[in-house]
C-alpha cells in the first residue's frame, strides 16, 4: 500500500506499507518522515471510507531511536481499506488530527 505526502503539510513524505490482511500483519517504511518534535508521535490509523471511520493502531513512540525507520505492526484490522498517520502529542489521541495527517492511502 503506497501512502503518499499531504502536500499541504508533508509534499516529500512518502511512506510504504506491506500488508498481508490474512496474518492481519504489516510492515511500514516510514524513512521519509521527519523526525518529530519533542513531545509528539506519529500514530497509525486503519480507515474504513464510507462513513470515514478510524481506528488508532498504536504510536511510533520510538521513531527517533530506530535506525532503519521500518516497524512492524501486528493485529492489524482484516477490515481495513486504508491507512493514515498523524501528528500527535505523546501517548496518542482518540480521534487523527487532520492538520496534521503526514500521510494517507488506500488498499487497492
Partial sequence: VELPGNQKV???VYVKAFYDPVAQKMFL??????EPPEGMVYQLW???FEPLTPESMGTIAN???????IFEL????ANAQGFGITLE???GSETPTLSRLY???KIS
Fill in 10 to 12: 508533508a509534499k516529500d
Fill in 29 to 34: 517504511d516510514l524513512k521519509s518522515l521527519p
Fill in 89 to 91: 502529542p505523546e501517548g
Fill in 46 to 48: 486503519s480507515l474504513q
Fill in 63 to 69: 521513531y527517533n531511536a530506530d535506525e532503519d525507520k
Fill in 103 to 105: 500521510a494517507l492511502g
Fill in 74 to 77: 501486528n493485529d492489524v484490522p
